[in-house]
């Protein structure tokens, strides 16, 4: 016992007088956790080292590389806490029954609450972006509604002396008219020789100012009464068009919106006189135009007159009534609609479809012909260059539309008496008055104008209100829930990258240890 003491008082002695060099760098002689110890610390000044990569990740994984990960337990006491206080219906029963039974069954009732969601949540997205609608009717009294604009033309669009010293337009006219609805022409014959020497000699020759200076006009020979709720008009409250009938006239036209006619009383509006005069104005009836009297179309202020399909005709010796009614249509943009609010026109200050077409049909001749025609082809339509209707075709239909139905009866007119009367005020024969005269009269039926208007069937709003009220109806579950869940998917986000960022590096660096180093733990376990 005694001998022992001493040996080991020798070697403690033996140590102590080593010197400190010999000691520091004996490794062997290193306390193994010490050495394990240093071998951390030096591993984790050198790994940012790894890290100073450039741009934004390399900043995001440096700072990552420097934040600690969480034990096993942290992990788990967080999965629990956050099972136990979040306000997700149903989790905690999950994790706070100590029955097995009571446990699966919870589970059960989450999971299949939680499917529910999902598939109620899932069918509400589909029909919302299948961008549904619906349609609405209501009927507007008003004590004053606007009135709308008509526009009159001359069946007979020529003046006959202008047609007998240039009888060579009419033909011009009629051989276009053939070309553009794909007619044979007979080169051969002797007006068509004449238009050519006609087109030579008059190369700067223009139909749309020959119309214009020889066409139809107003004034008080062919206006020959004008009477709007009461108050006396004349020529000057009309605005010259220029439509395929030649010169036209509107009557209450847009131009200014605070000087649109209105009326407050129903069975009252516009009335008219026209003398159509068939001997100053003439026109061919090879071309269609075989009847005498006065065409017009009622139409909105901010739209073109358009009387293909929608002209209403008033022949000579009748006394035509129009009653009216107003109806608005709403369209909603694209895609719950086929309108472009946005859309612009370069020669009408408003959108319309008929507008449109007509610029898209100019500009597509102006493009391949250079010039304007005054009749515009309808091979366009045919082939489909200019389109209407939907909101990727050239003229989408407008956001806002204003219509007037109507309902139109005729009279004789004039009677006996009147035929008497105006021949005597008007120094006309009987004949000439009814040959001549128009009486056309437009007045609204009601007070009132009807809305049909295109609605979203979901708005934004209401696909959260009913996103909202199946996740409380299924799960409990409201916005701060869907906060809760997400921190909590965050933070073990946050774990994770700092997992891949730490652990895996340092497996997959981290050398196998040498057989010195096993014997030297195989030999401090023994002692």
């Known amino acids: 016992m005694v001998g022992r003491i001493k040996e080991d008082r020798q070697s403690k002695e033996d140590r102590m007088g080593r010197p400190q060099n010999e000691y520091c760098h004996n490794e062997n002689l290193i306390h193994p956790e010490d050495s394990c110890l240093l071998k951390s610390q030096m591993e984790q000044t050198e790994k940012p080292k790894g890290y100073a990569e450039k741009g934004l990740l390399g900043k995001i994984k440096l700072y990552l590389s420097k934040k600690p990960l969480p034990s096993a337990t942290d ?14 219906h149903g989790v905690h029963n999950i994790v706070r029954n100590r029955s097995r039974i009571r446990k699966v069954i919870w589970l059960v009732v989450v999971l299949g609450s ?28 008003v004590e004053k509604i606007e009135f709308p604009s008509v526009t009159f033309c001359n069946l007979n669009r020529f003046q006959t002396a202008a047609v007998a010293k240039f009888g060579i337009i009419v033909f011009l006219w009629h051989t276009v008219s053939k070309v553009l609805h794909r007619q044979e022409i007979g080169v051969n014959s002797t007006g068509f020789k004449e238009a050519i020497d006609f087109i030579e000699s008059h190369q700067n020759f223009s139909v749309t100012d020959f119309i214009k200076n020889n066409g139809f006009y107003l004034n008080n020979s062919t ?28 009557f209450n036209h847009g131009e200014n919106i605070q000087g649109w006619k209105k009326v407050s009383v129903s069975g009252r509006g516009l009335s008219l006189i026209f003398d159509v005069n068939q001997e100053e104005f003439t026109d061919s009836p090879g071309l269609g135009f075989a009847d005498a009297g ?31 009614r107003q109806l608005k249509t709403v369209h909603q943009e694209y895609p719950w609609g086929e309108c472009k609010p946005n859309i612009k026109l370069q020669n009408f200050r408003h959108y319309s479809t008929y507008g449109c077409l007509k610029e898209c049909k100019a500009q597509l001749i102006e493009k391949r012909c250079g010039c304007l025609p005054f009749l515009l082809p309808d091979y366009i339509e045919f082939k489909g260059l200019c389109t209407m209707g939907t909101h990727n075709s050239s003229c989408p239909v407008s956001c806002e539309e204003t219509e007037y139905p109507t309902t139109i009866s005729y009279s004789s007119f004039p009677s006996q ?14 004949d000439y008055i009814r040959e001549n005269l128009v009486n056309i009269e437009i007045n609204y039926s009601d007070l009132n104008y009807k809305i049909t208007q295109q609605q979203k069937a979901v708005s934004v709003s209401e696909l959260l209100a009913d996103v909202g009220g199946q996740l409380g109806l299924f799960c409990g579950a409201s916005m701060i829930t869907i906060i ?18 730490l652990k895996i590096p340092e497996m997959t660096q981290r050398p196998p240890p040498s057989q010195n180093h096993l014997g030297n733990k195989n030999q401090i376990e023994e002692c």
């Open 294 to 324: 006065i065409i017009f179309v009622i139409h909105s202020p901010k739209k073109e007159p358009q009387f293909v399909g929608l002209g209403l005709c008033s022949p000579v010796g009748m006394h035509t009534r129009v009653t009216i």
């Open 417 to 430: 008496k009147a035929l008497k009367y105006l021949s005597k005020k008007l120094n006309q024969s009987q």
């Open 223 to 250: 206006l020959l009464a004008c009477e709007f709720f009461g108050i006396p008009c004349g020529p000057k409250d009309f605005k010259h068009v220029f439509t395929e009938y030649g010169n036209c006239f509107t």
């Open 75 to 88: 992990r788990k006491k967080f999965d629990h806490d956050f099972a136990i206080s979040t306000s997700f």
């Open 484 to 501: 809760e869940i997400i921190e909590y998917l965050f933070t073990n986000f946050y774990w994770i990258c700092i997992f891949f960022l």
């Open 114 to 141: 939680v499917s529910l969601v999902v598939w109620q949540i899932y069918s509400r997205l589909i029909n919302y972006f299948t961008w549904p609608t619906t349609t609405s009717i209501e009927v507007q009294y």
